[in-house]
Each structure stands twice: as structure tokens, then as C-alpha cells.
């Protein structure tokens, strides 16, 4: 108990001599001290809070700001608690000598997926109780033991005779399938992800272990890392670094809305630039995941607004992006004349993308007409870990 208050003691001191450097005339030393005045967290909110009674006028408008950031990063905590389970597909089930269509059904409804089951297998009974439980976990345990496996194809499930053909390994929102092949004395490691999230899964091999340091280990620009190449016949076990990326919807808002007026969603910043919205962030983000972040706006006229007349066609509904890119015989891989050396081309990236109405009306308005603009954001919340895969050898 006494190091926790001596804690406590040495963080408010540390507090009070940042909220004294608000009052710095170095612009520098003003954000420095918000940035570390946020980097405090939410424990901080009680000193803050009291703090402000007594700032002047300048610094408690810069503590101010500080208290907003920091409750909002609260809220959205919370929130993005609340939302983890459905976008990660984490499901309940109870289902008890229950014919396999009905039991897929249930999880069709959960997650969003249609279903094709063969007919002379909709009828069998199955079993299992699941509590918070990946979908493809699931899956796996209700059909493994009717000898089918499952394939997720454009949104589809599909059940298939036999058992799996690949082994298997499973995490939070992601399915790894892996298949080992024999070439020229070493193996070829096929890696295949079937994503079962609202969002995406990147995910890289990184190491085999069971493998020796001097085991040589191939790779290709273009191929890998769904196929890597393994210079051994031993036994060894995949170690992936797995990237989710899920979203966490939130509902924005502006009433009485005017250029300029602004929301933030985690690191991103929305923004009225009638008649569209502009979305920013900080950082970069793959191109192909901000197509994913919201859809076209809706927005609610004021009872006396009156169409304006325009001429030159209409405001188009396609999005706009400014967007950076970062970058013979086969062989064990699939690329003709062996596998390609070097690095890999970085992803295309982006920081602003526009947004356009739902109906592409937006345009024949004018901002002091709107009564209010609704838009369903999408926030991406990534989460990081290591997966060693099952024991692999070629010819399994």
C-alpha cells in the first residue's frame, strides 16, 4: 500500500509540472507537456479535473482539451469492449443432438455468412456447447466428428466430405491451413489464412521451430509468405506473427453541421467539407482497409430548405483517394524462372479519403440547410500475436 501512494505522490508531482508547462511561452514545450499529459492515461483525470478550477484562462483551455482527449479515449474503450465479441466472431452456441443445418444456421445468423450444406448431411445430429468461442472454432468441433470440413468461399460457407485435408491452426478471428510438399530434399510449406473476422488478418512466417540456425530457409518477393521453402526433411512447427484488424463501429453525428466542424474516432479525424466528408488520419493506412471504414453518409434536411439550381452535372458519388505506393520453369513457388529476391513492395497507403451522401444529393444543398449529417464509422482496432502452427514435415 505504501508504494502505491508513493506512486500516486510522484505521479501527481510529475502531473503539476506539466500542467505548469502549459503556461510556457515555447509552442514546443506547451505540446510536449499535452503529449505527456495524455500519455498519463485516464489516472490522471482526477488532478486534471482539479487543476482546472484554479487555471488561468489560457491554460484551461489547453486542460480542457487534454480532459475531452482523455475521456474520450475512455469512452472508446469501452466501446470497443462492447463491440470485440460480434466483429471478431466470438460465438455462443448450445446445441444438443441437433440436426447440423439448424446448428449452422444458428451461427449463420451470428455472423452474417450464408450456408450450403449437402443434403444428405443436414439431417445428422451434432453437439456442442460454446462460450465466446471462434466461429472457426466452431466449426471445427461440430463437423470434424461427421467426418465433413468446411470451406468459406465470397461469403459462403460450404460444408465438405472428409475430413480437413490440412493441418490446422486457429486463433481469434483467423483459420491457418498448412500443407507440406517434398522438393529437391526440403519441403515446401504451403500457408493459407481464411479470415473470420469484420476486418482483415496479415500474418507472416517468421521462424521453424525444430529447425537448426543453419537450416536454410528460401523465400520469394512474390510468393511468399504462403510458400516458403525449408532446405530440411525434419520435423519442425510454424511460428507465425498474426495482425488482426478488426472494426469497431461507432455512430458520428453533426447537428446543425458547418464546414470545418470536426469529430474524432481513434486516430482519425472526421470532418464537414460540404458536400462531402473528408476522413483523416495520422498515420498511414493500408488503402485497401480504409475502403472499408464507412459507407456513403445520410443527411437530414431543415424544414424550409429549398434545392439549389446547378449546372455542369452532378456531384459524383466515388470516393477519392490520395494514395502513396511503397513500392521460365517453376519452381517450389509459382513463379516462373525461380523465386524472386529482394524486399517485398509495401502495401499502397493512404491518409485522407472524401466520402460521399447516400444518395448523391448532397450537392443541391447548401450547408446552412442540413439539419443534421449521420455517418457509420468504422474504427480499426489491430491487435498482435504469436501462433506456433501444429508439427509439420513434408509428405503430411
Known sequence: MLSILIALFAQAGDIDRLIEALRSEAVEERERAEQKLLESGESALPILKKALETADAEASLRLAAVIDELERIVRERATDAANRPAALRLVDLDVRDARLDRALDKLATTCGFAVDVPTLDAGRLCNLTARAMPVSECL???LDPLELHWTLEDGRLRVRPGREPRAIARTVGARFGFRVREYLGGATVETT?????NGVVDF???RFAGLGDDVVVERCTRCSPRLIHVRSLDTFKPVLAVTRTWLSTYDVAFDNPSDGQRRNVGDFTIEVAWPQLRVRCA?????????QLYEPFAFELKPDAAAIERYGGRFGGRRSLVARSGGAEKTWCDCPGGPQKGERPAPAVAREQTVASNNNGAAGYQIDDVKRIKLTFRKPVVEREQLTGPELRAGR
Open 140 to 142: 471445427d468441433r461440430l
Open 204 to 206: 507472416d512466417v517468421v
Open 283 to 291: 498515420r498511414d493506412v493500408p488503402a485497401d482497409l480504409l475502403s
Open 193 to 197: 489464412v481464411t479470415p473470420a473476422l
